[in-house]
């Protein structure tokens, strides 16, 4: 079994700052990738950052700047640290992770998301 649990959204005013963490735990072998996806009222999920296992990240242009992401091997965690807060990042974010089993096959795996609300 593998769990991937979320923690850290909130209320934050415009220009404030969040950090938000996804921890993945159970019979995981290695990490592919891990990263945040969010989907705000009305409009389709979309990526905001993903790290992949050699480190090389990735941004959604509008975050560029602004988010970063990082992670804790050790833990299994990956963080994304959310600066310079806008009231368009107000959506529910998704952790994401695509891992390799004990069984040696991959697997996607979503969290259960935590709301992001950016107050003007």
């Known amino acids: 079994q593998v769990q991937v649990v979320e923690s850290g959204g909130g209320l934050v005013q415009a220009g404030g700052s969040l950090r938000l963490s996804c921890a993945a735990s159970g019979d995981i072998l290695s990490i592919n990738a891990m990263g945040w996806y969010r989907q705000a009222p009305g409009k389709q999920r979309e990526l905001v950052a993903i790290i992949r296992g050699g480190g090389d990240t990735n941004y959604a242009d509008s975050v560029k700047g602004r988010f970063t992401i990082s992670r804790d091997n050790a833990k299994n965690t990956v963080y994304l640290q959310m600066n310079s807060l806008k009231p368009e990042d107000t959506a529910v974010y998704y952790c994401?992770?695509?891992?390799?089993?004990?069984?040696?096959?991959?697997?996607?795996?979503w969290g259960q998301g935590t709301q992001v609300t950016v107050s003007s």
């Open positions: 994401y992770a695509n891992l390799i089993r004990i069984t040696s096959r991959s697997y996607n795996y």
